[in-house]
């Protein structure tokens, strides 16, 4: 079993429509949690990060965060087509020294 | 504003060629690591550093070596390039227990 894991995808939403994008997890001792957004070509750039049980909203993003069921998930409201990317998941280790991927959820919203 | 850049964007080097992937950050951050990025395969850990002088194998380090001279600046090093390294590397950084940050990316063809 992978330590973080995500659906490769592709998963394809009508503009205006609510991505969600989930991803589980492992290492139940984990305690960060981060999604980014990498478009084809280029590098992975944070979207957001939780810590705590529950929800955390920024803008159009929502990360939900369930630590009992291992279970993170990013929410996109509104998608637009410039949403279209892979998203990761990434988890920080039990020794809080790095971060290990999902193998990201390739998104495509079409206009 | 944060800022992790890598040496080249794009790279071609022949077979047997020593090759040298430069990855400067200027956020004092202790952490830094290397990855290789391929289609299907995801982010993979090749090397990592938590300070000067100190590092440690990540998940594929055969073929690769790393220096880490200076706080700031992490290399990556190709001892002999094989048509199997051919890639996109990406170089990170971050504090621990913080968030991580990439640089651009180098895309290196092996012919």
């Known amino acids: 079993q992978k330590e973080v894991e995500q659906n490769s995808g592709p998963l394809s939403v009508p503009e205006g429509a609510i991505a969600s994008l989930n991803c589980t997890y492992s290492?139940?001792?984990?305690?960060?949690f981060f999604w980014y957004r990498q478009y084809s070509g280029k590098s992975p750039e944070l979207i957001m990060f939780i810590y705590s049980n529950g929800d955390k909203e920024d803008g159009r993003f929502t990360a939900q965060l369930n630590k009992a069921s291992q279970y993170v998930s990013l929410l996109i409201r509104d998608s637009q087509p410039s949403d279209s990317a892979t998203y990761l998941c990434?988890?920080?280790?039990?020794?809080?020294?790095?971060?290990?991927f999902g193998g990201g959820t390739r998104l495509m919203v079409k206009p | 504003d944060v800022k992790v850049t890598q040496s080249s964007r794009y790279l071609v080097k022949r077979t047997g060629e020593k090759v040298f992937l430069e990855c400067v950050q200027d956020m004092d951050h202790e952490n830094m690591f290397w990855y290789r990025q391929d289609p299907g395969l995801g982010l993979r850990l090749i090397y990592f550093?938590?300070?000067?002088?100190?590092?440690e194998k990540g998940d594929i380090p055969e073929g690769y070596s790393v220096s880490r001279e200076k706080k700031e600046r992490f290399s990556l090093i190709l001892e002999s390039a094989s048509t199997n390294q051919t890639s996109m590397y990406l170089c990170?950084?971050?504090?621990?227990?913080?968030?991580?940050?990439f640089g651009p990316g180098t895309r290196l063809t092996v012919l």
């Open positions: 990434a988890v920080v280790n039990n020794a809080g020294n790095m971060l290990t």
């Open positions: 550093s938590y300070d000067v002088k100190m590092k």
């Open positions: 990170a950084s971050r504090l621990p227990s913080d968030t991580q940050y």
């Open positions: 290492d139940r001792g984990s305690q960060s």
